[in-house]
Nanobody, 122 residues
Framework: QVQLVESGGGLVQAGGSLRLSCAVS????????IGWFRQAPGKEREFVAA???????IYADSVKGRFTISRDSAKSTVYLQMNSLKPEDTAVYSC????????????????WGQGTQVTVSS
């Protein structure tokens, strides 16, 4: 069984930065692909970024150039560095783990965290 716990969310002004963390436990960290998703009020859940331990990173067009996904295998933690934040980035951000190749679809992921709130004020 794999557990994921997000942290690092909060309130930030437009143009600011936040770094989200996703702590992974209960499995072999290096064998899972990890993705980040977000859901704003009244909106559908959307893909943000993903990475595999053996593959390159994937980013949504809306965050490319502003967000960066990375991992620290020694700490079994995945990070999402968010720069130049905009009000439209406001959402609950969740991390997810996949036992197979990662992608932009929620159906490709097997385990999910509970999410952390990110609010960007204008």
């Amino acid at each position: 069984q794999v557990q994921l716990v997000e942290s690092g969310g909060g309130l930030v002004q437009a143009g600011g930065s936040l770094r989200l963390s996703c702590a992974v436990s209960g499995g072999t960290f290096s064998t899972y692909g990890i993705g980040w998703f977000r859901q704003a009020p009244g909106k559908e859940r959307e893909f943000v970024a993903a990475m595999s331990w053996s593959s390159g990173n994937i980013y949504a067009d809306s965050v490319k150039g502003r967000f960066t996904i990375s991992r620290d295998s020694a700490k079994s933690t995945v990070y999402l560095q968010m720069n130049s934040l905009k009000p439209e980035d406001t959402a609950v951000y969740s991390c997810a783990a996949s036992r197979r190749r990662v992608g932009a679809r929620t159906s490709e992921y097997d385990y999910w965290g509970q999410g952390t709130q990110v609010t960007v004020s204008s």
